[in-house]
């Protein structure tokens, strides 16, 4: 073998040629996500209850770095019951309280992509595939004194077509509405809710 050159394993010759599959395929789709839309809540001037309001962890979203202490999509729920609502404190724990409001929220998965669009990731985009509906549903537990009260479901839905012709358009995705924008939607929608029920 000549000197200067360099041989790579077939697997990682593999992996390579998955990453650039993978990519592709994501620059050959424009998404758009929707939610109900999100309500006008009016920031509260003071928290002035004397308890605390716990959540516990939403899963299947591990921290991005070792600075993020929790999932950005807990972080978000934290924020918006600190901003919208009148407890002293809100923290995260794993389990409900005997004593006090806690929620539990968590998602589950929509229906699985339909089987043309699934061909047309195994053909690297080259069939076009058209899918709209819900991918993601929010649920919101809510219990008081460790028993459950209220549940609240919202869904987040999508929109996408993906065909390699739409590689030089990939740049519409930068105007579309994302999945963190639906999903803080859903955290408002239910702030709203769960405050005209009482509960919050």
């Not at 609240?152 to 999945?179: E, H, K, V």
């Not at 408002?188 to 769960?194: C, G, R, S, T």
Request: glycine share 4%.
């Amino acid at each position: 073998m000549r000197k200067g050159i360099k041989r790579y394993s077939p697997t990682v010759i593999s992996l390579v040629f998955l990453g650039h599959v993978l990519l592709l395929n994501s620059a050959c789709t424009v998404l758009s996500y929707r939610s109900a839309g999100a309500p006008a809540i009016p920031l509260v001037e003071t928290h002035d209850r004397l308890e605390f309001l716990s959540f516990s962890y939403l899963a299947g979203f591990p921290p991005v770095s070792n600075e993020e202490k929790i999932p950005w999509p807990s972080q978000l729920l934290k924020d918006s019951l600190e901003k919208y609502t009148p407890f002293i404190k809100v923290i995260v724990t794993p389990s409900s309280p005997a004593m006090g409001v806690h929620i539990n929220a968590y998602q589950t998965d929509g229906p699985p992509p339909s089987t043309l669009c699934r061909v047309s990731n195994w053909t690297l985009a080259i069939i076009p595939c058209f899918a709209e509906g819900t991918v993601l549903e929010t649920h919101f537990d809510v219990f008081v004194d460790n028993r459950l009260k209220q549940s609240y479901r919202y869904n987040i839905s999508r929109t996408g077509i993906q065909w390699i012709g739409l590689l030089p358009f990939f740049w519409i995705n930068l105007f579309t509405t994302d999945y963190k924008e639906s999903f803080s939607d859903n955290v408002l929608q239910f702030i709203a809710d769960a405050k005209r029920a009482g509960l919050l």
